[in-house]
């Protein structure tokens, strides 16, 4: 999985093409209304810092830096002037993006703002588990056993994942398959990303299960061209599983879905008041858009059901009853 996405020639590095926005539709791409919402967030994070006269914001797992520019665009000129944007990607920087995003292949150390990684953690590496073993994928997508599991695996799966990866699985309660995903991997990126973070929120947005509701035959797959293929690692596509958040999570956490979330920073599919359409069709016209990109960010059974894990560091929670 990490050749295949990272290594020479990898889905994510290779030079020229369209990036990942030419393979699949995220939240960034969907609507200029989610980075409208990242970027109230940012504000809510700079008034909880007292307004610093650097106000960092990073972006891991930045694709192409499409976040970063539609937040810096959504802000007013004078907390624009005080951000200091870091695209974190191990791709190239591409050419045109605006001079003032940082590129950089991990996030820097000691920042003070927010920290944003959306559609990040499902593309960091791990290690499938059936029947007590790991499992080894070929090239070709061929899967055969491997070894036994390590104890830090096995001990991950007994917290996280119950009867998950073991033989028997759906014996031991870990549903109808032996199969899981460790999220051990995931677990020590996202520690090391909050930890790079002096003060202020830590946000990872992603397909996400816990753990009353794990998959049981996993969420391994592959994309390409739009479409779901299968999770062949040759390069060829995207290679990507859903995230354990919960087992992410640190000390004062929040978990609430994309709907909860994107709702508590002002993001409203209602639609506008017929009166308006005889006003100003114009403004009628925008606005009605305007609500069903903020339908399809905030959908159930869709985007909306996409977990936002919020992790504060040094300053209050966000979520919940302490959202807005």
Not at 30 to 54: F, I, Q
Not at 74 to 86: G, M, Q, S
Not at 149 to 158: F, K, S
């Amino acid at each position: 999985m990490d050749a295949a996405l990272y290594g020479p020639g990898g889905f994510y590095v290779r030079p020229g093409g369209p990036g990942p926005a030419g393979h699949f539709r995220t939240s960034v791409h969907a609507s200029a209304l989610y980075a409208g919402a990242v970027a109230r967030l940012l504000r809510w994070v700079d008034a909880e810092l007292g307004h610093p006269r650097a106000l960092d914001l990073v972006d891991v797992g930045a694709g192409r830096g499409e976040l970063l520019a539609g937040v810096l665009a959504a802000l007013d000129p004078e907390t624009a002037a005080r951000v200091v944007p870091y695209a974190v990607e191990r791709a190239e920087r591409p050419a045109g993006l605006d001079p003032r995003i940082r590129w950089v292949a991990a996030p820097p150390e000691r920042t003070t703002g927010l920290l944003f990684a959306n559609e990040w953690l499902d593309n960091v590496p791990l290690e499938i588990a059936e029947d007590g073993r790991y499992v080894l994928v070929a090239p070709d997508g061929t899967e055969s056993p491997g070894g036994p599991l390590d104890g830090a695996d096995r001990a991950w799966l007994e917290r996280w994942w119950p009867g998950g990866g073991e033989a028997g699985g759906a014996e031991a309660g870990g549903g109808e398959s032996g199969r899981a995903e460790i999220g051990r991997a995931r677990d020590e990126a996202w520690a090391a990303a909050v930890a790079s973070l002096e003060r202020g929120l830590a946000v990872a947005v992603d397909y996400a299960h816990t753990r009353d509701a794990r998959p049981p035959y996993g969420t391994l797959t592959g994309f390409r061209a739009g479409r779901e293929v299968p999770p062949v690692p040759d390069g060829s596509c995207d290679v990507t599983a859903h995230v354990a958040l919960d087992s992410c999570a640190g000390p004062d956490a929040v978990l609430l879905t994309q709907r909860e979330a994107l709702t508590a920073l002002g993001v409203s599919g209602a639609r506008p008041a017929l009166a308006l359409a005889s006003a100003d069709p114009g403004a009628y016209v925008r606005a009605l858009a305007s609500a069903g990109e903020a339908a399809e960010l905030t959908a159930r059974g869709g985007l909306g059901d996409f977990l936002w894990l919020c992790q504060p560091v040094g300053i209050r929670a966000w979520g919940g009853a302490a959202a807005g």
